[in-house]
């Protein structure tokens, strides 16, 4: 092999390894892929380490929006948006399920009720609440009927003599 050829090949070679090792040195998570996640639990802390021990950094209220980092064990590492940018973790199951269909969220539950179970509602607090308050049902309806009868009552020619007068006319 003359020397400009082999020169070639051995940067080429030289190119292909460096491109290998430095996979390894980029970062796991780049800013145009970056996974938000939303607290689901008030004053959720944040450590320096994956550790309950360590001191918080800071507290998170809830629907505080992350940047999810990296998953170690049962935390993930996490940056905080403006004003004060942290880095740290969080205990995993004070953020929200990751587990999202195509449509969005596929568990079931709306955010309200993620939010409910969040702060403790569960059917054992309902049913308590219910026990204290035994005339729930009967209240509920006296609420369904002032809502219905309070609906604005327009005869047929009204709406008509309405319609006519915006240029509406019924379909055929």
Not at 7 to 32: E, K
Not at 71 to 83: E, H, L, N, R, S
Not at 117 to 139: F, H, I, S, T, W
């Amino acid at each position: 092999m003359n020397r400009p050829k082999l020169y070639c090949w051995l940067c080429a070679v030289g190119l292909m390894i460096a491109l290998i090792l430095g996979m390894g040195a980029t970062p796991a998570f780049s800013a145009d892929k970056a996974e938000y996640r939303t607290v689901q639990v008030n004053n959720a802390k944040v450590h320096p380490k994956a550790k309950s021990l360590s001191k918080p950094l800071v507290r998170l209220p809830i629907r505080a929006k992350v940047e999810a980092l990296g998953v170690t064990g049962k935390w993930t590492k996490i940056k905080t948006g403006p004003p004060r940018s942290v880095i740290g973790y969080i205990a995993t199951k004070s953020l929200d399920p990751k587990k999202k269909g195509l449509f969005g969220d596929t568990s079931g539950a709306s955010e309200q009720e993620r939010s409910m179970a969040a702060r403790g509602y569960n059917p054992k607090v309902e049913a308590k609440y219910r026990q204290n308050n035994p005339n729930l049902e009967a209240a509920f309806s006296r609420l369904a009927a002032i809502e219905r009868d309070s609906v604005n009552k327009v005869d047929e020619a009204q709406a008509e003599a309405f319609l006519n007068a915006g240029g509406v006319t019924p379909r055929e």
